[in-house]
């Protein structure tokens, strides 16, 4: 498994951008993918997740209704849509392999993105 996260960028509250997340790895199996997000001086929190064969999406409150999480099994690739950006959601992004469907909203995963920076300004 091998992450590539790419999408971030500087944009004004309000806008949208998709971050993108490649596993250039081979992988098989009933896996999930999430992104989860860091701000400055704050801890790595959970922002959404997929089972990669559709069955479960789960979204963190604060984002419930403004992103969605979508994933291509065939091109082992997450996306993360974002929409009406808040400057709270400043943070690097990081995408995450898990290799069950299972629990999708801690951080147990087992594998980990380099993260790609969304900064949204007011």
């Known amino acids: 498994v091998q992450l590539q996260a790419s999408g971030g960028g500087l944009v004004q509250a309000g806008a949208s951008l998709k971050l993108s997340c490649v596993d250039s790895g081979r992988t098989y199996g009933n896996y999930a993918m999430g992104w989860f997000r860091q701000a400055p001086g704050k801890e790595r929190e959970f922002v959404a997740a997929i089972g990669m064969d559709g069955s479960v999406t789960y979204y963190s409150d604060s984002v419930k209704g403004r992103f969605t999480i979508s994933g291509d099994i065939a091109e082992n690739t997450v996306y993360l849509q974002m929409n009406s950006l808040k400057p709270e959601d400043t943070a690097v992004y990081y995408c995450?392999?898990?290799?069950?469907?299972?629990?999708?909203?801690?951080?147990?995963?087992?594998?980990w993105g380099q993260g790609t920076l969304v900064t949204v300004s007011s």
């Open positions: 995450a392999f898990k290799g069950i469907n299972y629990e999708l909203t801690t951080m147990q995963y087992d594998y």
